[in-house]
């Protein structure tokens, strides 16, 4: 008897300011390699960012990956800020001329995917997810057709509350309104990656050896730009968030899958577990460099 085995795709809006941290191009760059592999089905690129160079450097990263069609958005208002990397990486073959407005685009690919199947990934501010839930029927629709939100952010070890801000966790505090009103009013699951399991003080960190990629890959590119010439190492938490949503938290995290995120005015917060609307956050193992490995894989396969 032939048996075939069939890899569920895992439906996926890639969301991320891609203006601060060269992190963002590797985290859609392993995106990307996991859709090759028939483990992802990319539905949209959109920038937190209002940096017009952001969602640029989103297409030339897709067409770098042979999917130049992929839909692109970016939000009317909010906050954009200087890159190093952005305008470099958007000089690289592409042909997007204006990006869509980024709730819009939002409300179409929800609007015709099947219930609970959509996974949204954030690793930049919540500027696009605020304003889809202050939409018309933008509540409602998220709640019927989103499986999970995926957001890179949070610190969740020591005091969470005083750390978070020692740390200076630009996802949360760059655009306040935007991740206060997203994190409150969200009306379904949420899973934070926070920075210890992915960033500081993690210890993990790749990017050295993307000099090994052409000099035409746009990963190996932003690198080389943010870091003013070789590539060098680079925490993995944008990345990190990418592999957790399509490949789950498997044997490399464990899960807190109680309680929820109480947060402040002034974007501190306590984990509180007086109620329990499907929040959880990621729990860091004992140091597992096999991660590493496991995106450095991904990235160098082109």
Same mark, same amino acid.
């Given at each position: 008897?032939?048996?075939?085995?069939?890899?569920?795709?895992?439906?996926?809006?890639?969301?991320?300011?891609?203006?601060?941290?060269?992190?963002?191009?590797?985290?859609?760059?392993?995106?990307?390699?996991?859709?090759?592999?028939?483990?992802?089905?990319?539905?949209?690129?959109?920038?937190?960012?209002?940096?017009?160079?952001?969602?640029?450097?989103?297409?030339?990263?897709?067409?770098?990956?042979?999917?130049?069609?992929?839909?692109?958005?970016?939000?009317?208002?909010?906050?954009?800020?200087?890159?190093?990397?952005?305008?470099? #990486? *958007?000089? &690289?073959?592409?042909? %997007?001329?204006?990006? =869509?407005? $980024?709730? /819009?685009?939002?409300?179409?690919?929800?609007?015709?995917?099947?219930?609970?199947?959509?996974?949204?990934?954030?690793?930049?501010?919540?500027?696009?997810?605020?304003?889809?839930?202050?939409?018309?029927?933008?509540?409602?629709?998220?709640?019927?057709?989103?499986?999970?939100?995926?957001?890179?952010?949070?610190?969740?070890?020591?005091?969470?509350?005083?750390?978070?801000?020692?740390?200076?966790?630009?996802?949360?505090?760059?655009?306040?309104?935007?991740?206060?009103?997203?994190?409150?009013?969200?009306?379904?699951?949420?899973?934070?990656?926070?920075?210890?399991?992915?960033?500081?003080?993690?210890?993990?960190?790749?990017?050295?050896?993307?000099?090994?990629?052409?000099?035409?890959?746009?990963?190996?590119?932003?690198?080389?730009?943010?870091?003013?010439?070789?590539?060098?190492?680079?925490? #993995? *938490?944008? &990345?990190?968030?990418? %592999?957790?949503?399509? =490949?789950? $938290?498997? /044997?490399?995290?464990?899960?807190?899958?109680?309680?929820?995120?109480?947060?402040?005015?002034?974007?501190?917060?306590?984990?509180?577990?007086?109620?329990?609307?499907?929040?959880?956050?990621?729990?860091?193992?004992?140091?597992?460099?096999?991660?590493?490995?496991?995106?450095?894989?991904?990235?160098?396969?082109?």
């Amino acid at each position: 008897m032939l048996l075939l085995l069939v890899t569920l795709q895992v439906p996926v809006v890639f969301d991320a300011d891609m203006e601060s941290d060269c992190d963002d191009v590797a985290a859609l760059g392993v995106l990307h390699a996991l859709a090759d592999r028939g483990e992802a089905e990319i539905l949209a690129t959109i920038s937190s960012s209002t940096n017009p160079h952001t969602p640029r450097c989103m297409d030339a990263v897709n067409t770098f990956y042979r999917r130049p069609d992929l839909p692109v958005g970016a939000p009317k208002k909010g906050v954009g800020r200087k890159s190093k990397y952005a305008e470099g #990486v *958007a000089a &690289l073959p592409h042909d %997007l001329q204006e990006p =869509r407005d $980024a709730a /819009e685009l939002y409300l179409e690919i929800l609007g015709r995917r099947p219930d609970k199947s959509v996974t949204i990934v954030t690793v930049g501010y919540m500027t696009n997810l605020a304003e889809l839930l202050r939409r018309p029927g933008g509540k409602e629709l998220v709640e019927k057709k989103v499986k999970l939100w995926i957001c890179m952010g949070g610190n969740f070890i020591g005091k969470p509350a005083k750390d978070d801000l020692k740390l200076g966790n630009v996802n949360f505090t760059t655009e306040k309104e935007g991740a206060l009103h997203a994190i409150r009013n969200w009306p379904g699951p949420i899973l934070f990656a926070g920075r210890e399991v992915c960033s500081v003080p993690s210890g993990l960190k790749i990017g050295a050896r993307f000099k090994e990629l052409p000099a035409s890959h746009p990963v190996r590119l932003s690198y080389e730009l943010y870091f003013g010439g070789v590539p060098k190492d680079r925490h #993995v *938490a944008d &990345l990190v968030a990418v %592999l957790v949503a399509v =490949r789950g $938290a498997g /044997e490399r995290w464990d899960v807190e899958s109680k309680g929820y995120m109480d947060l402040k005015d002034d974007l501190t917060f306590e984990w509180r577990y007086d109620r329990d609307p499907g929040q959880a956050y990621l729990l860091k193992k004992a140091p597992d460099r096999a991660i590493e490995k496991e995106l450095e894989a991904l990235l160098l396969s082109r």
